[in-house]
Structures are given as structure tokens and as C-alpha cells.
């Protein structure tokens, strides 16, 4: 009996050994097909084989591609000699390269690791254990998702095959590109796997101490340890120096990150498995490249460089590109390199690169250019590489200007521009402020810089629906009219569409103005005394000057109207009436906790019109500071909303006052100042003021006066000097406040049903409240809150995505635009120091999905009841529109939150007649005519039908429902 087991392990031992020598190295690449709603892919597994001492082929009875999404894998069929996916790219070392491709469309949304395993790795590679009887096992990640899109994962352009000697450094690139253009890479160093999330057995680094004789100079120039990574941003591996001879395997990771409301999401992930084969033969010097420096080009111009490579030995250099950019068909103008292909050339070699970019290669992220550069050692030893990476940016063309039309009687700013050199431009952004600046950007520098005081008023789309471009805009101010007494100018930046994106350098200004100042100019809103109940603001403006003194002569009656917030809504309070006075002090207010805005009205007593009313100013709301603690410094924010700029390039300079905790703030210091238009509106003490260091033992109260201006200093003096609140913090808080009480208005699926709306689609909103606990302790000093969402019921707060940042005296928030409820949310608050308090317990919204179908239709062609339809108030919309009233019956029964329908109808026999299934053009309702699948028309009976409804929904137990049942088709003349 021990006999015959002995037999059979021998046999099972000698028919793996058999089957599996033969894999040494690859990766799954995956591109999508189509835009992302189709959720199709193109997968394609690429192996690299051994070819010596064995006859086993890529693919067979045991090789199997998985796609991740839990249905049945595939059977990877054998790819060989004579196949066209074969090629031997190495006879002399045994090395071939197959691939196997397949179409897949995938179920849904998700995260799906798609991955390929095969028995097994060839024989002998030296850093793990029985690399012959192991398995080899490579996967890709893709990323499905309603927000966050389709990912398509990086592409690698080098082969994972590579030859190193034994005490040079070697250096390897994969030459990695992103797809989809607008995400960016990153490369991580892991263990070859054997099968999912299980590693080969033993592994040890391939610069472990086992493979040398003197570990303690085993790198390149003998004066210290070897060494091995993966750079993280550019993916050049370095292994300074190889040991002993041999094959080894090593494995990284080429992770997709996609930037969505200012965070990076990992969209995905290629898992290459590699070989590197070293030998013994290193008289050899390693050549060197010459590339250029990372460059920023203007799309319709042509970029020529030349890339030099040399070698110390003297040797024959040949230096190749990879990259894209070449991989683009003639029509797409791709970038050429001669000589192509690449040859040895005496040292120094050349290699010219030219490129005639256009604005279809604008682009957010950089191109990137892998030059390798390989010397042509004599003999049969090993040719020594260099590789660098060279970064291109395409960028579109500034807008340039035409008209800048002032209607003053409507206060409207009528703006034109030529039509845009790169047509395939999908937005233009408008940009404005008050008063102009000379800014002017440089090479790599793309849109809006964020210190320049512009407020982007609206992004229109750069062609009309009928493809001419868009080169106007008016400016109505939304409607309210531009502010008396200012001078407009106006930048515009076009961007591209996504996924590839982009945007153009911002175009010149252009002014108009200044508007006729004929109603009172709000100049100053400062806050005086800080204090929770003795506050003090003063309010300062300029009369009406350009006003018609005739109709509306001098002198002036004020109202002073008061508001909290930084702008106005329907709660003001008249807090003052003055005669003649251009200045008032408010009194007794909260100025500590409470921000402020101020509006002035003014009447002409003695004008000839029944009506005295000359006019109100613009709402301007004071200076509010606000401040981060960290270690060792402070940062400080302020924020204004008011009609004139607060960066402007006569007075740039904003003055920051500090002092000690209880000296009072008319006894603040000044100890800095920042440049508005460079710095934007913040500053981080780090001790700059007599060169002394923050005590982290000390509370520091700081002021901040701004200096701004209309753009018309011949009528309105400049600067308009505004103190903000002083506040106090200490340096090094690190304690973040509590998770705030969050709550969701729940779907009242009763009440929903009965709502006609309810059967026509469309977006929604979900509305969310929340509190702190009012025992905690942690909460005063709540700067804002961040709002999260995910689609994942349960989900790990890693799949939340934030959608929201609201200010720290909110507690409330709509999620609008929604195509369904169905969403689940998170909220943590974030105090004056920049620390986030853990987020709160998950609460989720979720749909009310129904589907019902009928037991009987009539197929008559008579208009009536003619198809199998799921119940719905369609032909009511058709028939009378919106104001129509369906029965109630039919409103509470119709088909809601439907995704897919797979539908079959079967004969009393149990023979399929009749399948359909849900997309492109067919709608869930089905509208089965009573025909069989070949369009013949069915005899009248019973029939037995299988409906398969997928509806939208957290509830992985309610989105997949399965309805069985029976429907007569009648004649219609029974």
C-alpha cells in the first residue's frame, strides 16, 4: 500500500515537471472598448516562455483566466510556434512571447482583479524555492464606478525580460503609460505571487546576502552593501550591483491614481512578474545618456531635440524611445525618432526626436519619453543599459481677446473673444475681478493661478449644439449688475474634456470701467473690538457721486443694514439712520463667533421725485480670520466677500499683527507682511518675527489688515485698509474634535409610490443634518465639515469619496442631482488646526424598487393592451403630457430603480419562444409584441415566462429578484 502511494506521488511529481518549465515572466493588460456605460474590456494576457530543454507551450488544460466578477473562468487555449500571437524574441537564451486576448463585459459597477494563473515557472530561478514546481500567477485590477468613472490600467511598453552582469549596477524601466491620459502612476516592489494574495515560496530580494562573496562592497564601486527598489514616481528599477549568476524574479506593482474633488482615488493596478537573468561576463563600463529637460510645449508646435548617447569603452551605442507618443496612427500625428528602428552607432550616437504636436495631445498629465541607451560589448558578454525618463507636456494656447463692451445702463460687461485656435476645446472658463494686473504665466503654468484675487463667474461650453464655437460672453453679474464704482477685467482659460483633460494658459485681461458710481460705494467693514457681546464694527463709504444731482442733489440720508454671513440673504436689520455721515460704528455684537455684512442705502431729502430713494450699496462682509496649529508654526486664512478686490497690484501687501494672549488687541504688534497676488490671503508664523522660535506652551492672538481698492483710485482712494477679528491658538494642537451626529431624511416608500413622479425618472437629493454631542468637550473650535459618500452600504471608509466641504457653522447639507437615493454618507469636522476628528457612523439612503408585470395582452394591433409590457404610465405622458392624472393603480405599480431586465418565455412544452434582454435600445418594460424570437407570430395560450430584474439598490439582497409566472396571450377577437 506505502508502495503504490510512493508510485503515485512519483507520477503526479514527474507529470507536473513534465507540463510546467516554461514561464518566466508577464503581465495582464487591459483596455476598455467603447465609453464607460458600456463596461466592456479587452483583456489580453502576455507571457513570456522558456524555450529550452522543453516543449511546453503557453496556455492549456490547466491554465485559467479569471475575470474577477465571479463567473466562470476561461480556459486559456496552447499558443505555439506558427501561432501569430508567438514569436521568438530570443532564441539563443530561450525566450518566446505569447498572448492570448479576449473581449469581456462586465455586470455592473465594481473592483474587479482580473488574473491568469498557469503550472508553472521555468526551471531554476534562483531567489525562491522550486520555482519549477510553482505556480505562476500575474492579475490587473480595473476600476467601474458611477463617480469616479472607468479606469483603463497602465500600459508597459518593455519587456519584463532583461539581461544584468554580476557586479555593474543594472537599471531597468517598464516604460509605463496611463491610457486614459488624465491619472497618474505610481510603483510599488512585491513578492511574485504563486496564486491570489499567496507569494512563492522563500522568496528572498535579489540583492540578499546569500548571493554574494563579499556582501559588505557588494554594490557597483565596492564600498558598500548592494542595493534594491523600484523608484516610486518614475519606475526605474535599480539593483547596484547583481551577485551571483542566474535567474531571478522579482515582481511591482503599477498602481492608476485619479484625482476627484482634490483627493486621489487608486483606480487599479498592473501586477507584472519579471526576469532578470545575470551573468558572469562584466568587462564593461556602462554608456550614458543625454536627454533633454522635461519640457512644456505649446500644442501646434513642433518639438526637435536631439538625444546623445555614449559609451567610456568606446563601444557602439544604440539608443532607443519609448513611449505613446509613437504609438499614435499617422492621422493622429505621432512623435518620430530616426534612426528607426534603432542601430549601433559609434560613440557618441544620436537619436532625433521630432514631434508636431496639435491640441489633440492636450492633456493634464505629461507625456513620458523612456530613452534607453545599450553599448554593443564586444564577445558574448552582457550589454550594459542606461534609461531616463523625459517628461512632455502639451499645452493648449491662451484665448486671445477681441471686445470688451460696457452697457452702463444695465451694468452689464459684454465680452468677445476669437474663436478658439484648438476647436476640440470643451469648456471656457470666465474669470473676473476687480481692478487689473500685469500677470503674466509661464511655460508649464496652465489655467487660473489661485493667488491672483479672480473668481471664475461661469464655464460655458466652447461650441453651441450645433458645433459653432462659442466667442462671447455677457456678464449680468447673476443678474444684479455689475458694483458701482469698480473697474471689471476679465481672463478666460479653455479646458478639454475628460478623461484626458487639460486646460490652456489663461488668457490676457481685459477691463471695463470703472461702472458710474450713483448709489453709496461700501469702502470699509472692520472690525474694531473682538469680543462675543462688546464687538465693534466700523462701516465706511463713499456718497453717491456719480449720481444725477439735478434729480437727486445732495445732501444724503443713510440706512445702515446689517446681516450675518459673508453674504445677504432676506435677514437684515436696519441698525442705523444717519444725515450726511460716511462712517458708522456698530456696537455690542458677537465679533468674535460671527461674521458680518454691511449694506448702505441712501435718499436725496430734497429731490423733485415723489420717490427720495437715490440708491443701495453693494453687501460687503468683514475680514474673518481663521487659523491652523501645527507643530511649531501657525497658518493663518482670511476671507472676505466684498465688492472691491482685496489683491490688488498697487497695495499687495496684507499686515499681519500678533502678541501674547491677554495684552489686548490695540497692543497687537506688526511682525510680517504677505504679498496678496503671490501668496494668496494666508501666512504661517514659523517664528520669522526676531528670529524666535513659537512656544508651544503659549497662546498667540493675531489681526490681520487687508489693503484693496475698486480699480478707480482717482475717485475712490486706494488702499481700503479692513482689520479682521483677532483670535488666538496655540501652536502644536493635535487633539481633532469629535464625530459629529449625522442623520439622513429617509425615502418614505409608501408615500413615494403614490407620487406620479416617482414612474418618470430623474435626478434626487438626499438631505443631511447633523449635530455634536452637547457633552463632549472637544467641539469649540470646529473650523468645517467634510462630507463623504460612497455607494458601498457597509463599505470601509478607503471607498468614501469627499463631495463636500461646508463651513464650521453648518449642520446641514443637500446632495442634489442624483440619478437614484441610493447613497450612503459619512461626516467628520475639522477645527481651526487643521485636524480631521474620526468620520461619523455610516446612515445610508436607499431606493424603492418595484416591477410588476401583467397576467394577459392581447396582440391585435387595435392600440390597446397590444405588448407584454411591465406596468407603467407611459402612455398617459405620450398622450396628454406632464398635467396628465394616470390612474392611481398604475402609478403605484410602475416599474422604479430598474437597472437590467433579462426576460424568456417559454410553451406549455417547456421550449424557450422568446428571450429579451434590457439595454441600448431596449427598455426595461420589455414590450414583448407575442412573437417568437424569429418574429413569428405566437398562436394564442398560456404561456410560462422567467424574468430576471436588476434593480439599483445598497441592499445586495434586494437588487438581483427573479419573477416567474404565467401570461395568456389572447387573440383579441375571443
Same mark, same amino acid.
Given at each position: ?64 483566466? !479569471? ?277 549601433f552607432q559609434n560613440t557618441p550616437g544620436k537619436l532625433n526626436f521630432v514631434w508636431n504636436t496639435t491640441c489633440d495631445h492636450v492633456r493634464e ?152 458710481? !450713483? ?51 432676506? !435677514? ?155 483670535? +488666538? ?101 475639522? !477645527? ?15 431606493? +424603492? ?34 398635467? +396628465? ?90
Amino acid at each position: 500500500m506505502l508502495r503504490g502511494i510512493y508510485l503515485v506521488c512519483c507520477f503526479i511529481l514527474s507529470t507536473i515537471a513534465a507540463h510546467a518549465t516554461h514561464l518566466r515572466a508577464g503581465n495582464i493588460i487591459v483596455k476598455r472598448v467603447g465609453d464607460c456605460s458600456a463596461r466592456k474590456y479587452s483583456i489580453t494576457v502576455i507571457a513570456y516562455t522558456n524555450t529550452l530543454n522543453t516543449n511546453v507551450l503557453f496556455g492549456g488544460d490547466q491554465d485559467y483566466l !479569471d475575470f474577477g466578477d465571479k463567473s466562470p473562468r476561461v480556459l486559456v487555449p496552447e499558443i505555439g510556434p506558427g501561432h501569430p500571437n508567438y514569436t521568438v524574441i530570443d532564441a539563443q537564451r530561450g525566450i518566446a512571447r505569447a498572448f492570448y486576448t479576449i473581449e469581456w463585459t462586465y455586470p455592473g459597477p465594481g473592483r474587479y482583479t482580473i488574473s491568469y494563473v498557469e503550472p508553472n515557472r521555468n526551471e531554476g530561478v534562483v531567489n525562491m524555492d522550486n520555482s519549477v514546481n510553482t505556480t505562476f500567477y500575474i492579475e490587473t485590477q480595473i476600476v467601474i464606478d458611477p463617480f469616479l468613472g472607468c479606469s483603463t490600467p497602465p500600459d508597459l511598453l518593455i519587456p519584463p525580460i532583461d539581461r544584468a552582469c554580476s557586479g555593474k549596477a543594472f537599471y531597468h524601466n517598464p516604460g509605463a503609460y496611463d491610457p486614459d491620459g488624465d491619472d497618474s502612476l505610481s510603483y510599488e516592489m512585491v513578492i511574485p505571487f504563486r496564486d491570489r494574495n499567496a507569494t512563492v515560496l522563500n522568496y528572498v530580494a535579489p540583492n540578499a546576502q546569500k548571493f554574494y562573496t563579499d556582501y559588505a562592497t557588494g554594490n557597483e564601486t565596492d564600498d558598500g552593501p548592494p542595493t534594491f527598489g523600484i523608484n516610486p514616481l518614475d519606475g526605474t528599477i535599480t539593483w547596484n550591483a547583481p551577485g551571483a549568476a542566474g535567474e531571478y524574479n522579482i515582481a511591482f506593482i503599477v498602481k492608476e491614481w485619479r484625482k476627484v474633488l482634490g483627493k486621489w482615488i487608486a483606480m487599479g493596478y498592473v501586477r507584472r512578474d519579471m526576469q532578470i537573468i545575470v551573468e558572469d561576463d562584466c568587462n564593461n563600463q556602462r554608456p550614458d545618456l543625454q536627454v533633454p529637460k522635461d519640457i512644456c510645449i505649446e500644442a501646434g508646435k513642433t518639438l526637435k531635440e536631439t538625444i546623445i548617447g555614449t559609451d567610456p569603452d568606446g563601444d557602439k551605442v544604440k539608443i532607443e524611445a519609448f513611449s505613446q507618443i509613437f504609438e499614435f496612427i499617422p492621422t493622429e500625428s505621432p512623435a518620430t525618432v530616426s534612426p528607426d528602428p534603432a542601430v549601433f552607432q559609434n560613440t557618441p550616437g544620436k537619436l532625433n526626436f521630432v514631434w508636431n504636436t496639435t491640441c489633440d495631445h492636450v492633456r493634464e498629465q505629461p507625456y513620458q519619453v523612456v530613452f534607453k541607451v545599450s553599448d554593443s560589448h564586444s564577445g558574448n558578454g552582457v550589454s550594459l543599459v542606461t534609461y531616463k525618463t523625459w517628461r512632455i507636456k502639451v499645452v493648449a494656447p491662451a484665448p486671445t481677446w477681441k471686445d470688451a463692451q460696457l452697457d452702463v445702463s444695465k451694468r452689464t460687461a459684454t465680452i468677445k473673444w476669437d474663436p478658439y485656435y484648438c476647436t476640440n476645446a470643451e469648456k471656457i472658463q470666465i474669470w473676473r475681478k476687480v481692478d487689473s494686473t500685469s500677470f503674466r504665466p509661464d511655460s508649464c503654468e496652465t489655467g487660473m493661478p489661485p493667488g491672483l484675487g479672480y473668481t471664475n463667474i461661469a464655464t460655458i461650453a466652447a461650441k453651441t449644439a450645433t458645433g459653432a464655437q462659442v466667442s462671447q460672453y455677457i456678464d449680468t453679474n447673476d443678474g444684479q449688475g455689475l458694483a458701482p464704482g469698480a473697474m471689471y477685467c476679465y481672463r478666460i482659460v479653455a479646458t478639454f474634456a475628460l478623461p484626458e483633460g487639460g486646460e490652456s494658459y489663461v488668457s490676457k485681461d481685459t477691463c471695463v470701467g470703472p461702472i458710474p458710481a !450713483d448709489v453709496p460705494i461700501i469702502t470699509n467693514v472692520s472690525v474694531v473690538k473682538t469680543g462675543t457681546a462688546d464687538g465693534q464694527m466700523r462701516v465706511s463709504w463713499k456718497r453717491p457721486f456719480d449720481a444725477d444731482k439735478a434729480l437727486y442733489p445732495p445732501p444724503y440720508k443713510y440706512e445702515v443694514y446689517r446681516a450675518t454671513g459673508y453674504t445677504r440673504s432676506t !435677514d437684515s436689520t436696519l441698525v442705523a439712520t444717519l444725515n450726511g455721515d460716511t462712517t458708522f460704528v456698530d456696537q455690542s455684537l458677537n465679533t468674535e463667533e460671527t461674521v458680518y455684512n454691511y449694506s448702505v442705502v441712501a435718499y436725496s431729502p430734497n429731490s423733485p421725485l415723489a420717490n427720495k430713494f437715490v440708491g443701495a450699496s453693494e453687501v460687503a462682509s468683514a475680514v474673518r480670520l481663521d487659523s491652523k496649529s501645527q507643530v511649531g508654526q501657525i497658518q493663518l486664512n482670511w476671507t472676505a466677500i466684498v465688492p472691491w478686490s482685496n489683491q490688488i497690484q498697487a497695495y499687495p501687501r496684507h499686515l499681519i499683527y500678533r502678541g501674547e494672549e491677554g495684552v489686548g488687541e490695540e497692543n497687537l504688534v506688526l511682525i510680517d507682511s504677505i504679498d496678496a497676488l503671490v501668496d494668496g490671503l494666508q501666512y504661517v508664523d514659523k517664528g520669522q518675527y526676531n528670529n524666535t522660535p513659537l512656544d508651544e506652551g503659549k497662546t498667540y492672538c493675531y489681526k490681520v489688515m487687508t489693503r484693496g481698492g475698486y480699480g478707480n483710485p482717482k475717485k475712490i482712494p486706494e488702499p481700503l485698509l479692513n482689520f479682521s477679528q483677532m483670535i +488666538c491658538v496655540q501652536p502644536g494642537d493635535s487633539i481633532p474634535p469629535c464625530a459629529p451626529i449625522l442623520s439622513v431624511d429617509l425615502l418614505d416608500c409608501d408615500q413615494f409610490k403614490l407620487d406620479k413622479n416617482s414612474c418618470q425618472g430623474g435626478t434626487y437629493t438626499n438631505t443631511l443634518t447633523w449635530s455634536n454631542d452637547a457633552s463632549s468637550t472637544c467641539q469649540a473650535d470646529i473650523s468645517k465639515y467634510r462630507i463623504y459618500r460612497s455607494a458601498i452600504m457597509g463599505g470601509d471608509e478607503k471607498d468614501d469619496i469627499l463631495i463636500a466641504e461646508v463651513d464650521g457653522t453648518t449642520t446641514s447639507y443637500i446632495d442634489g442631482n442624483l440619478p437614484s437615493f441610493a447613497r450612503c454618507y459619512r461626516i467628520s469636522a475639522v !477645527d481651526r488646526s487643521g485636524n480631521e476628528g474620526k468620520k461619523s457612523t455610516q446612515v445610508c439612503n436607499d431606493n +424603492c424598487p418595484y416591477y410588476e408585470l401583467p397576467n394577459v395582452f392581447t396582440p391585435n394591433d387595435d392600440g390597446k393592451n397590444d405588448v407584454f409590457s411591465a406596468f407603467n404610465i407611459r402612455e398617459y405622458l405620450i398622450g396628454c403630457g406632464e398635467n +396628465c392624472d394616470p390612474p392611481q393603480r398604475l402609478i403605484e405599480k410602475c416599474a422604479r430603480f430598474v437597472e437590467k431586465v433579462k426576460f424568456k418565455v417559454f410553451n406549455r412544452w417547456g421550449q424557450e419562444v422568446y428571450s429579451y434582454e434590457s439595454g441600448s435600445e431596449n427598455s426595461i418594460y420589455i414590450d414583448w409584441n407575442g412573437r417568437d424570437s424569429k418574429g413569428v407570430k405566437l398562436s394564442p395560450a398560456v404561456y410560462y415566462y422567467v424574468a430576471e430584474v436588476t434593480f439599483t439598490t445598497l441592499d445586495p439582497g434586494s437588487s438581483n429578484k427573479t419573477f416567474k409566472g404565467w401570461v395568456h396571450l389572447v387573440d383579441g377577437g375571443q
